[in-house]
C-alpha cells in the first residue's frame, strides 16, 4: 500500500495543487489522506475541500477543523481569532462546516503494529506538538496503547521522522504555510513494506507571490499579517534555529 497524506493546507490551494502535480510525477498513491487543517489563515478555503473531495482524500479532523465547525464552543469574536473564523465559516457555509464536524479524530490503515496511525497532531489530542526532541514522558503519554508501530501526524509544520524505542514517528509538514525556513510545501509518501514503512518526504514549490495576491484580493481579516506568517515561513520561536 502506498499513501500520500498532506497536511495543514490551510486555505492555499495553489500550495495544495502543487503537491498534487508533484505527486503525479512520483506515481500517485492508492490512498490520499488529509491530516487536518485544512482551510484556517488561509484566502481559499471552499476550494481546498472541494480540490479533497474531487480527487477522494479520506480525511480527518484538525484543531482548525474542530474550532471553524463548533460554533457554540468557538464563537465568532471581534478579536483577530474570532473574525478569521467568522470569514471562514461565511466562505465555507453550512454543507462543508457539518462535512468537517463529522471528521474522525484518526485513521488506521492496516493491522496491529504494522498498521498506520494517522493523526493531525498525537495519538491523543488535536493540538498538542510532538516536537522532533521531545521527550520520553511525553512520548510514552501520548503512544500509551498505541499498537500501530509508526504514526504520521501534521500540526506542526516541520517534516521530520524520527525512531523512538519500537515507533516511528512522521510528521508530513504542511502543503500550504511551511514553517521551517523553507517556502516549499510539503507532503509525504509512506509506503508499506515488510514490517514497517517506508517514508519519502517531499518539498514543492509554489508560487508564494500569487498566494500572497489572493489574501489581499480575498478580503480575509488581518490580510497583512497573514501574508507575513506566509513570507517569514518559520516559527517565530526558533527564528534563532531556522534561518
Same mark, same amino acid.
Given at each position: 500500500?502506498?499513501?500520500?497524506?498532506? =497536511?495543514?493546507?490551510?486555505?492555499?490551494?495553489?500550495?495544495?495543487?502543487? *503537491? %498534487?502535480?508533484?505527486?503525479? =510525477?512520483?506515481?500517485?498513491?492508492?490512498?490520499?489522506?488529509? @491530516?487536518g487543517d485544512y482551510?484556517?489563515?488561509?484566502? &481559499?478555503? &471552499?476550494?481546498?475541500?472541494?480540490?479533497?473531495?474531487?480527487?477522494? @482524500?479520506? *480525511?480527518?479532523?484538525?484543531?482548525?477543523?474542530?474550532? %471553524? =465547525? +463548533?460554533?457554540?464552543?468557538? $464563537?465568532?469574536?471581534?478579536?483577530?481569532?474570532?473574525?478569521?473564523? @467568522?470569514?471562514?465559516?461565511?466562505?465555507?457555509?453550512?454543507?462543508?462546516?457539518?462535512?468537517?464536524?463529522?471528521?474522525?479524530?484518526?485513521?488506521h490503515f492496516g493491522?496491529?503494529? +504494522?498498521?498506520?496511525?494517522?493523526?493531525?497532531?498525537? $495519538? !491523543?489530542?488535536?493540538?498538542?506538538?510532538?516536537?522532533?526532541?521531545?521527550?520520553?514522558?511525553? %512520548?510514552?503519554?501520548?503512544?500509551?496503547?498505541?499498537?500501530?508501530?509508526?504514526?504520521?501526524?501534521?500540526?506542526?509544520?516541520? $517534516?521530520?521522522?524520527?525512531?523512538?524505542?519500537? !515507533?516511528?514517528?512522521?510528521?508530513?509538514?504542511?502543503?500550504?504555510?511551511?514553517? +521551517?525556513?523553507?517556502?516549499?510545501?510539503?507532503?509525504?509518501?509512506?509506503?508499506?513494506? =515488510?514490517?514497517?514503512?517506508?517514508?519519502?518526504?517531499?518539498?514543492?514549490?509554489?508560487?508564494?507571490? !500569487?498566494?500572497?495576491? +489572493?489574501?489581499? !484580493?480575498?478580503?480575509? $481579516?488581518?490580510?497583512?499579517?497573514?501574508?507575513?506568517?506566509?513570507?517569514? &515561513?518559520?516559527?517565530?520561536?526558533?527564528?534563532? *534555529?531556522?534561518?
Amino acid at each position: 500500500m502506498r499513501i500520500a497524506l498532506f =497536511s495543514d493546507i490551510h486555505g492555499n490551494i495553489r500550495g495544495l495543487d502543487a *503537491c %498534487l502535480d508533484d505527486l503525479r =510525477s512520483q506515481g500517485y498513491a492508492d490512498v490520499i489522506v488529509g @491530516a487536518g487543517d485544512y482551510c484556517m489563515d488561509g484566502p &481559499r478555503p &471552499r476550494e481546498v475541500l472541494e480540490r479533497l473531495e474531487e480527487i477522494g @482524500a479520506v *480525511c480527518l479532523r484538525g484543531n482548525t477543523d474542530r474550532y %471553524l =465547525s +463548533d460554533v457554540a464552543t468557538f $464563537p465568532a469574536a471581534a478579536d483577530e481569532e474570532g473574525r478569521g473564523l @467568522a470569514w471562514q465559516r461565511d466562505r465555507l457555509g453550512d454543507t462543508w462546516l457539518g462535512w468537517l464536524a463529522e471528521l474522525p479524530f484518526a485513521l488506521h490503515f492496516g493491522e496491529g503494529p +504494522d498498521g498506520l496511525l494517522v493523526v493531525h497532531a498525537n $495519538p !491523543k489530542t488535536d493540538d498538542e506538538h510532538i516536537w522532533p526532541d521531545a521527550d520520553d514522558a511525553f %512520548l510514552t503519554r501520548v503512544t500509551a496503547r498505541v499498537v500501530e508501530r509508526t504514526i504520521a501526524f501534521g500540526h506542526l509544520h516541520l $517534516p521530520y521522522a524520527r525512531v523512538w524505542r519500537d !515507533k516511528l514517528f512522521v510528521n508530513v509538514a504542511s502543503a500550504g504555510l511551511p514553517k +521551517d525556513g523553507d517556502e516549499r510545501a510539503g507532503y509525504a509518501i509512506l509506503t508499506q513494506r =515488510s514490517g514497517g514503512w517506508q517514508v519519502k518526504h517531499r518539498r514543492v514549490p509554489f508560487d508564494v507571490d !500569487k498566494v500572497a495576491r +489572493d489574501i489581499e !484580493k480575498s478580503g480575509m $481579516p488581518d490580510a497583512e499579517k497573514r501574508i507575513k506568517v506566509l513570507r517569514r &515561513r518559520r516559527y517565530k520561536q526558533l527564528a534563532e *534555529c531556522i534561518p
